[in-house]
């Protein structure tokens, strides 16, 4: 957008119309306004995950920022209201389906089922950590590289997003920190 913008303002001699120019004088005062906006709610985001416990706590785990932090406490409220760490990912669409017939059992893609935009959040969160992979795979352990080697990529990221929420689970449950098996 900064680019397009920067080449407009640059055709003001130019031969476009000048109501053509006053429209898009428009759209980017709206435009600047708009990235002046996102600015402060990111602002105040990071002031309301900084405030809260348990969203400082899971902020401790890579691939989870401000904004699944916040979303992650505001949605969930409790981690006693699931059994387990599965029932949490399974609550956000995370786990396989399953379909069975005659004591046959397929497992298919994810369920997608229960809440998409936290769902979502994991995947990106996901997906961030294995762009970082050298870093990270330390943090995860082994199965983390082998998984990556062995699987598409997508694959690996839904399934590191399982273990995200389930990870996510376990800091609210216990309201402890995120540490690696080495740092324990």
Not at 12 to 31: D, F, G, N, V, W
Not at 49 to 65: D, F, N, S
């Amino acid at each position: 957008m900064k680019m397009l913008f920067q080449w407009i303002a640059d055709q003001k001699y130019q031969t476009l119309p000048q109501s053509l120019m006053y429209e898009l004088s428009l759209i980017h005062a709206h435009y600047l306004y708009l990235n002046e906006q996102i600015k402060i709610q990111d602002t105040k985001l990071k002031q309301l995950a900084e405030q809260h416990e348990l969203a400082k706590l899971l902020k401790t785990v890579p691939g989870i920022g401000d904004l699944t932090a916040t979303l992650c406490v505001a949605d969930v409220s409790a981690a006693s209201n699931f059994s387990n760490r599965r029932n949490m990912a399974a609550w956000l669409g995370l786990v396989p389906r399953q379909y069975s017939t005659g004591g046959k059992t397929k497992l298919l893609g994810v369920s997608k089922r229960g809440n998409k935009h936290l769902r979502t959040l994991f995947i990106h969160g996901a997906r961030a950590v294995l762009s970082r992979l050298e870093t990270t795979g330390k943090v995860f352990g082994q199965w983390l590289v082998d998984l990556r080697a062995s699987k598409p990529f997508n694959v690996v990221v839904v399934a590191l997003a399982n273990k995200l929420a389930r990870i996510a689970w376990a800091v609210l449950y216990h309201r402890q920190a995120f540490k690696t098996a080495s740092q324990s």
